[in-house]
T-cell receptor, first 111, second 111 residues
Framework: NAGVTQTPKFQVLKTGQSMTLQCAQD?????MSWYRQDPGMGLRLIHY???????DQGEVPNGYNVSRSTTEDFPLRLLSAAPSQTSVYFC??????????FGPGTRLTVL | EDQVTQSPEALRLQEGESSSLNCSYT??????LFWYRQDPGKGPEFLFT???AGEEKEKERLKATLTKKESFLHITAPKPEDSATYLC????????????FGPGTRLSVLP
């Protein structure tokens, strides 16, 4: 099993550009989440999904969209990138909604 | 508002020097408290889940304990490979997938 995979590993955007961060898991987990991690702060939840077709907002959802059309994939879309979205983004999945498996992260810089 | 704080922010130990990391939390109805280990440039890796006060879990040189207001991660006779950032997270009963993470404790174990 590959576990949780994320692409790209690194990305540089200009203010106003849009992009999609990809996340996939091969463990047949129902629960998937997106977090951002900033220096000195804990991981903060952006959006999550409890199954295909079901998504909900976390603590910091503004500026991000998600969809969950399959159990395996949970892409995160940045609609119009801003410097405040410079961060490391982690995707996670869970089978029971508790213990989470994290991907390797995407380091995003917005100029 | 649910909150998680961790102390100390950073800790340097000599190899073999035992110590404890603290995670203090405020949550309206704890469903679970989680410990993760994060190596530089990687995603967090699950260590333990604790569900009720008095519960303890062990794994190699690590032991996690839980009270009604805090959790401790005890490290016995640490080795350099235990160097990492240790994250604590809480899950409230009413908030489903809305995990709240602490900022972490950065542990360095010197040979």
């Amino acid at each position: 099993n590959a576990g949780v995979t994320q692409t790209p590993k690194f990305q540089v955007l200009k203010t106003g550009q849009s992009m999609t961060l990809q996340c996939a898991q091969d463990m047949n987990h129902e629960y998937m989440s997106w977090y951002r991690q900033d220096p000195g702060m804990g991981l903060r939840l952006i959006h999550y999904s409890v199954g295909a077709g079901i998504t909900d907002q976390g603590e910091v959802p503004n500026g991000y969209n998600v969809s969950r059309s399959t159990t395996e994939d949970f892409p995160l879309r940045l609609l119009s990138a801003a410097p405040s979205q410079t961060s490391v983004y982690f995707c996670a999945s869970s089978s029971q909604g508790d213990e989470q498996f994290f991907g390797p992260g995407t380091r995003l810089t917005v100029l | 508002e649910d909150q998680v704080t961790q102390s100390p922010e950073a800790l340097r130990l000599q190899e073999g020097e035992s110590s404890s990391l603290n995670c203090s939390y405020t949550v309206s109805g704890l469903r679970g408290l989680f410990w993760y280990r994060q190596d530089p440039g990687k995603g967090p890796e699950f260590l333990f889940t604790l569900y009720s006060a008095g519960e303890e879990k062990e794994k190699e040189r690590l032991k996690a304990t839980l009270t009604k207001k805090e959790s401790f991660l005890h490290i016995t006779a640490p080795k350099p490979e235990d160097s990492a950032t240790y994250l604590c997270a809480v899950q409230a009963r009413n908030y489903g997938q809305n995990f709240v993470f602490g900022p972490g404790t950065r542990l360095s174990v010197l040979p």
